[in-house]
């Protein structure tokens, strides 16, 4: 059983700066993807940043430049440094682990970009 459990979300000012972890347990294949995913209220949950195994990374256009994905192999973990917020990224971030067709899931962490 895979568990994912992030850490890291909170009230911002534009501008300002958050950084999501995420610490993966269980049984998994050390060949996998780990990513960060977003939905805001009234919208399709939607791809923030992705990394693989040997650091490869995409990022969605509206965050290239501002966010920073990272991982840890040795500790299954995965990092999302996000600068210069802005209100549009605000939503739930939800920490992603893909490996052998399988995708899973963490409960989410609000960030909120507000003055």
């Known amino acids: 059983q895979v568990q994912l459990v992030e850490s890291g979300g909170g009230l911002v000012e534009p501008g300002g700066s958050l950084r999501l972890s995420c610490a993966a347990s269980g049984i998994i294949f050390r060949i996998n993807i780990m990513g960060w995913y977003r939905q805001a209220p009234g919208k399709q949950r939607e791809v923030v940043a992705t990394i693989t195994t040997v650091g490869s990374t995409n990022y969605a256009d509206a965050v290239k430049g501002r966010f920073t994905i990272s991982r840890d192999n040795a500790k299954n973990t995965v990092t999302l440094q996000m600068n210069s917020l802005k209100p549009e990224d605000s939503a739930v971030y939800y920490c992603?682990?893909?490996?052998?067709?399988?995708?899973?899931w963490g409960q989410g962490t609000q960030v909120a970009v507000s003055s």
């Open positions: 992603n682990l893909k490996y052998g067709g399988n995708d899973y």
